[in-house]
């Protein structure tokens, strides 16, 4: 009876670390994902720059 208590509650714990890594990897996927929308923008934008500046260069020369 002991036996099985015991392993009653290596389920219960196992299933909440388990519940609990699930839950940290969501919260790191939405991290990552924010910075890879932030990375995005921010590479749009130095596209924008990197085209005027050659714009602007060819438009001296």
Excluded: C, P, W
């Excluded at 015991?6 to 519940?19: G, I, P, R, T, W």
């Excluded at 994902?33 to 923008?41: C, D, H, M």
């Amino acid at each position: 009876m002991k036996d099985r208590f015991n392993a009653s509650k290596d389920y219960e714990v196992n299933l909440k670390s388990e519940v609990e890594l699930i839950s940290l990897h969501h919260k790191i996927d939405t991290v990552l994902l924010r910075e890879i929308a932030e990375l995005r923008t921010d590479v749009g934008r130095l596209q924008g720059q990197l085209a005027q500046y050659k714009n602007t260069g060819s438009a001296q020369t």
